[in-house]
Nanobody, 119 residues
Framework: QVQLVESGGGLVQPGGSLRLSCAAS????????MGWYRQAPGKQRELVAT???????HYADAVKGRFAISRDNAKDTGYLQMNSLSPADTAVYYC?????????????WGQGTQVTVSS
């Protein structure tokens, strides 16, 4: 059974930092692209950042220079370090693991963790 379990969300003041974690089980984690997405109330889910198994990263423009995605394949865990948070970053953050082969695609989601930025 595949599980992605996020942790580290919470309430933080503007300008503060949080570190999200995503613990994977049931998959060969190092074979997957890992990503973080977020969904604010009334909005569609949007990409935040992705990291390949080799460490190549991609960020949404809205978080470039403030967020850092990383992974530890030995621990089957991914991370999202979020700095200089603003109320616009308030959302449920979801971990995603995605793998494509020539014939199949495997796509898994975590249950989400709430991040609230407010004074």
């Amino acid at each position: 059974q595949v599980q992605l379990v996020e942790s580290g969300g919470g309430l933080v003041q503007p300008g503060g930092s949080l570190r999200l974690s995503c613990a994977a089980s049931g998959i060969h984690f190092s074979s997957y692209v890992m990503g973080w997405y977020r969904q604010a109330p009334g909005k569609q889910r949007e990409l935040v950042a992705t990291v390949t198994s080799g460490g190549t990263t991609h960020y949404a423009d809205a978080v470039k220079g403030r967020f850092a995605i990383s992974r530890d394949n030995a621990k089957d865990t991914g991370y999202l370090q979020m700095n200089s948070l603003s109320p616009a970053d308030t959302a449920v953050y979801y971990c995603n693991a995605n793998r494509r082969t020539p014939t199949d695609q495997y796509n898994y989601w975590g249950q989400g963790t709430q991040v609230t930025v407010s004074s």
